[in-house]
């Protein structure tokens, strides 16, 4: 059949409450136009992200009644650190309650003043715990990864001879290499199975654990399968496990690619650097056997990885971003191509070419899109990456707005309605104006920041 359908049956529903327009723009205005601080009963189409968002299955909920709350040895426990290790072969599974904490253990151990990490491209979350450690981040990501038009099969893939490069000037300030699957922040684009085992070996070469962030690693393997020669006839389950077979280690959001409401965990090989990040755990998160997490979710998260790498699945997830990237772009709105794993990304900078990146165009076509749609999306550009550690601000490299599709939560008739939403925003689109930014925290100001509007044509 041509038809793709959803690989699953309703059988529990959420209302959405439908607002106006006129509704709308007092919302905007009453959260500052920040759309994280809208409340969701008030978003129509909610594609801020696709963290924690899935609707989980009615195995993981069985699962849930299963779980056991034992303070330390709960068996939720080890039917988490079973279900892991079965994808990803890690000697040490140390569970967190989310991909963040994971993040904070690892680069309080890592990181420091004049430590230096190499990545494809460091998302926000990451880039912060770097920085806030006092080490700096940097992203080699192929130039290919930074042309949004650019059809390059494997654009998060990590620029080998940049990467042999930086290894070599900075030494001993490197403590590890990183790589996220897929990359995020450029687009959800996926990383190719030999790029993998290139940074790998580069990393082993130069004495560096090779650390992966492996969020969206059914998504990164499902793209692998389909466009990598030689991996065709491969399951998705052997793809993953060679993906991390050469790894150190991972820090992992199980709120994504293990379809739970919230956990994660940190793996590691080194058993000196485990019993370090255990030790951290306890003092920050709980016990090693729970981390922060209920054995409940254990147990989901558990059930989730068996689910993920479904690939008739995989097949509908990946099929529902390519309907809408291909609506769009028949409309004539620039995205980022091949459509990204888990949401398609809109080239704000480039439909918005009357914007200057530092008046925010993507954060304009978010608002916007709220505005006209109720839908809520999260602006992946200049607003979030612009602002340097010193306190200066240069445009990103991109200025993108990212709708990110919770899984197995919306059908195709909320995807036609995004596209009409796009529908509306053109006719207007030559009017919008920029934002200023009016008030910011010192880091990650995207989640807090407080935005004015501004009159058409200025600069910021």
């Known amino acids: 059949m041509k038809t793709i359908i959803e690989p699953f049956r309703i059988k529990s529903v959420e209302p959405i409450r439908m607002t106006t327009r006129a509704e709308r723009q007092r919302l905007l205005k009453a959260a500052d136009y920040n759309l994280f601080s809208l409340a969701s009963d008030d978003v129509l189409i909610d594609l801020l992200t696709d963290s924690g968002t899935s609707a989980m299955s009615a195995r993981q909920w069985g699962a849930v009644m299963q779980g056991d709350e034992s303070y330390a040895g709960s068996p939720s426990f080890t039917r988490f650190e079973k279900a892991v290790r079965?994808?990803?072969?890690?000697?040490?599974?140390?569970?967190?309650?989310?991909?963040?904490?994971?993040?904070?253990?690892?680069?309080?151990?890592?990181?420091?003043?004049?430590?230096v990490i190499p990545s494809n491209t460091h998302f926000d979350t990451t880039r912060g715990n770097i920085e806030g450690s006092g080490a700096e981040a940097h992203d080699l990501v192929i130039e290919e990864g930074k042309d949004p038009a650019n059809l390059h099969p494997f654009k998060g893939n990590m620029d080998l001879e940049r990467l042999a490069s930086f290894l070599a000037e900075h030494g001993d300030a490197v403590p590890c290499v990183m790589l996220t699957v897929t990359n995020n922040a450029g687009g959800g684009q996926p990383v190719s199975l030999e790029n993998i085992r290139a940074v790998a070996a580069l990393a082993k070469r130069f004495g560096k654990p090779f650390i992966i962030d492996g969020c969206r690693f059914a998504e990164n393997a499902w793209f692998i399968k389909k466009r990598e020669k030689g991996q065709e006839g491969r399951s998705i389950v052997e793809i993953v496990r060679d993906m991390f077979r050469d790894a150190d280690g991972m820090t992992m959001s199980a709120k994504k690619?293990?379809?739970?409401?919230?956990?994660?965990w940190l793996a590691l090989n080194d058993p000196d650097l485990a019993e370090k990040a255990r030790t951290r755990l306890i003092q920050t998160e709980g016990f090693p056997t729970y981390g922060g997490l209920a054995g409940r979710d254990l147990d989901a998260i558990a059930v989730g990885l068996e689910e993920i790498v479904d690939e008739d699945y995989l097949a509908y997830r990946i099929r529902t971003n390519e309907y809408i990237g291909e609506r769009l772009i028949a409309l004539g709105v620039p995205i980022v191509q091949p459509t990204g794993g888990h949401a398609v990304f809109i080239d704000a900078r480039r439909w918005l070419a009357h914007v200057p990146p530092l008046a925010y165009p993507g954060h304009a076509l978010a608002v916007a899109l709220y505005e006209h749609g109720g839908i809520r999306s999260c602006e992946i550009g200049t607003v979030m990456f612009g602002r340097h550690p010193d306190g200066s601000e240069s445009p990103a490299p991109m200025d993108l707005v990212r709708l990110a599709m919770p899984r197995r939560v919306y059908t195709q008739s909320h995807a036609d309605y995004i596209v009409e939403t796009f529908e509306e925003v053109a006719r207007e689109k030559d009017s919008l104006a920029g934002f200023r930014i009016a008030w910011e925290p010192p880091m990650m100001r995207h989640f807090t920041a407080k935005f004015a509007p501004l009159s058409r044509g200025a600069k910021g």
């Not at 690619?257 to 994660?264: H, L, P, R, S, V």
């Open 86 to 115: 079965n994808l990803m072969p890690f000697r040490f599974i140390i569970p967190t309650h989310q991909g963040r904490a994971a993040e904070a253990i690892l680069f309080h151990l890592l990181g420091g003043k004049g430590r």
């Open 257 to 264: 690619d293990a379809f739970a409401n919230i956990g994660g």
